[in-house]
């Protein structure tokens, strides 16, 4: 099992910035990949962006790109997302989900509980 708990979201004004935060813990998290979704009011959950542990290698939704960081410091088990440039329609609440399968997919094994990102206009 592992377990995910998210933190750093809120609301904030359209052109500004965010980091979120997913600190993980149970079992051995470096063959997984650590990824971050999201899901507004009314629509399905979508990718946002994933960080391969052991690689540190990453993939990014072509509506974040150029504007969110992902990024994962090992000794703390936690995976961030630096959010900038924030738009209304970046408006949901945000997942952290730890897997093994398909990386730029909704396809994860494990999640937190979510954490709630609102961007003013």
């Known amino acids: 099992q592992v377990q995910l708990v998210e933190s750093g979201g809120g609301l904030v004004q359209a052109g500004g910035s965010l980091r979120l935060s997913c600190a993980a813990s149970?079992?051995?998290?470096?063959?997984?990949?650590l990824a971050w979704l999201r899901q507004a009011p009314g629509k399905e959950r979508e990718f946002v962006a994933a960080?391969?542990?052991?690689?540190?290698?990453?993939n990014y939704a072509d509506s974040v790109k150029g504007r969110f960081t992902i990024s994962r410091d090992s000794a703390k088990r936690t995976v961030y997302l630096q959010m900038v440039s924030l738009k209304p329609e970046d408006t949901a609440v945000y997942y952290c989900?730890?897997?093994?399968?398909?990386?730029?997919?909704?396809?994860?094994?494990?999640w937190g509980q979510g954490t709630q990102v609102t961007v003013s206009s």
């Open positions: 989900a730890a897997g093994r399968r398909r990386v730029a997919s909704t396809e994860y094994d494990y």
């Open positions: 149970g079992r051995d998290i470096s063959g997984y990949a």
């Open positions: 960080i391969r542990w052991g690689a540190g290698s990453t």
